[in-house]
């Protein structure tokens, strides 16, 4: 690394203005939501007998993978945002980075993963058992996490290798890879293929991959008689379809847009799309509208009451 990285100067980020009390409030909420739902949702399943089958498995390892995602970013641009100190030390900034990309990279596999589950469960229901089964999915959970932490441990590591000028200046809330390559004044040729590439293998593939499952799964469903039936399944697909979409389209622009200008400004929404919005819909989405996990909370809640 370059003697300008040796001194390991902190980081400014300058997505923040001072004294933004709504923002500070808005993002307090956001936050205690999502570790509050995505905790219960989490317990809930690992409690209730009859929720122990590999969709429930699935929701309880994107709603651990949830709490960490958020956990990452938020907690750090509240204490930024309510201090008004916009500053970033060099080893956390890449810290926040790693972990940053490596939940995200996982949470993209896994939601692949759910979505190849369903098509299983309605496309193909007498070889779901089979094809579902325990090791086959706890293995994938596994490639998801295993795949995370190589496409962060890349990532990070060429960007390691950049010089940083100047006062720093980081164009964003966070540490991700877009800005960080904008504010290094040495050539980033080499991490910008890194990133496009692999943004087809964990962005663009598995999102090709969830379309593909749901168009099966939506000309199944098609063929089913009962209108009610149809009107039911086709509710929770188109649910999971916005999620599912909002989270990989603004991951995939968040990751190649150009890294100049005033895209930069539309890399920050997009980051808080996928980095926050998603985290926080996700329990809302995929588990408090369904009447298994209803039914299981209001066991729980029974249960709570009596002791």
């Known amino acids: 690394m370059e003697s300008e990285n040796k001194t390991l100067k902190d980081f400014i980020l300058l997505g923040f203005l001072k004294g933004q009390v709504v923002c500070t409030m808005l993002m307090a909420t956001t936050y205690i939501t999502i570790i509050i739902s995505n905790c219960a949702v989490f317990s809930i399943i690992k409690m209730d007998s009859h929720l122990q089958t590999p969709m429930y498995f699935f929701l309880s390892c994107l709603s651990l993978l949830d709490i960490c995602y958020s956990s990452v970013t938020l907690p750090a641009m509240l204490v930024n945002a309510i201090t008004g100190n916009r500053r970033i030390s060099f080893h956390r900034c890449f810290t926040q980075l790693y972990f940053f990309v490596c939940f995200g990279g996982s949470e993209c596999l896994l939601l692949a993963a759910m979505a190849y589950d369903r098509y299983v469960a309605i496309c193909h229901p007498l070889h779901y058992p089979i ?3 325990k090791t086959f999915c706890s293995g994938f959970v596994a ?3 295993v795949s995370g932490l190589l496409n962060a441990t890349f990532h990070t590591s060429m960007t390691l290798q950049l010089t940083f000028c100047g006062d720093y200046h980081i164009n964003h809330f966070f540490c991700d890879v877009l800005p960080m390559l904008e504010a290094a004044c040495s050539n980033t040729q080499s991490s910008q293929v890194l990133l496009h590439v692999v943004t087809v293998f964990l962005g663009m ?5 969830v379309m593909n499952s749901y168009i099966h799964i939506i000309s199944t ?13 086709f509710s929770t697909c188109s649910s999971h379809l916005i999620v599912v979409t ?6 995939i622009f968040n990751y190649n847009s150009p890294s100049s200008g005033d895209s930069l ?4 929404v997009s980051s808080i799309l996928y980095g926050i919005l998603c985290p926080l819909l996700n329990p809302m989405i995929y588990c408090l ?6 039914k299981a909370l209001k066991k729980a809640v029974i249960r709570t009451r009596t002791v």
């Open 289 to 294: 509208r369904n009447q298994d996990v209803k």
């Open 131 to 133: 094809i579902m089964n």
């Open 265 to 268: 400004i539309i890399v920050q």
């Open 205 to 209: 593939a598995p999102f090709l991959l």
């Open 246 to 251: 909002v989270f990989y389209i603004t991951g």
């Open 221 to 233: 469903i098609l063929k089913i008689q009962s209108s009610e039936g149809r009107q039911k399944v």
């Open 143 to 145: 490639g998801c996490c």
